[in-house]
């Protein structure tokens, strides 16, 4: 069993950054493929970018290709979102997830089934 906690969530400016963060519980967190998804009221639950157990294989949305990066310290049991020129489009409730199964399609991490465990959220918010 494995518990999420994202943090790091605001308000900021179009134009500007903010970083999440998602600390897991439990001593295999370096076994699981991390996403983030974002989630707008009316809309489904989309896929960010997700990130394989090494580190070494990230993934992320066209929407957000190039703007954000994700990244993981398997010694802290944390993964990351950095997100940098934020638009007001971008605003959302920001969850990250936690993939037991091993996969090599990138394709796979960006379905919500993919993944056995999720966080709470934290609420992004871009005003104009």
């Known amino acids: 069993q494995v518990a999420l906690v994202e943090s790091g969530g605001g308000l900021v400016q179009a134009g500007g950054s903010l970083r999440l963060s998602c600390t897991a519980s439990g001593r295999t967190f370096s076994r699981y493929t991390m996403g983030w998804f974002r989630h707008t009221p009316g809309k489904e639950r989309e896929f960010v970018a997700h990130i394989i157990w090494s580190g070494g294989s990230e993934y992320y949305a066209d929407s957000v290709k190039g703007r954000y990066t994700i990244s993981r310290d398997n010694g802290k049991n944390t993964v990351y979102l950095q997100m940098n020129n934020l638009r007001p489009e971008d605003t959302a409730v920001y969850y990250c997830?936690?993939?037991?199964?091993?996969?090599?399609?990138?394709?796979?991490?960006?379905?919500?089934?993919?993944?056995?465990?999720w966080g709470q959220g934290t609420q992004v918010t871009v005003s104009s």
């Open positions: 997830a936690a993939a037991e199964r091993t996969s090599y399609s990138d394709n796979y991490y960006t379905r919500e089934y993919a993944y056995n465990y």
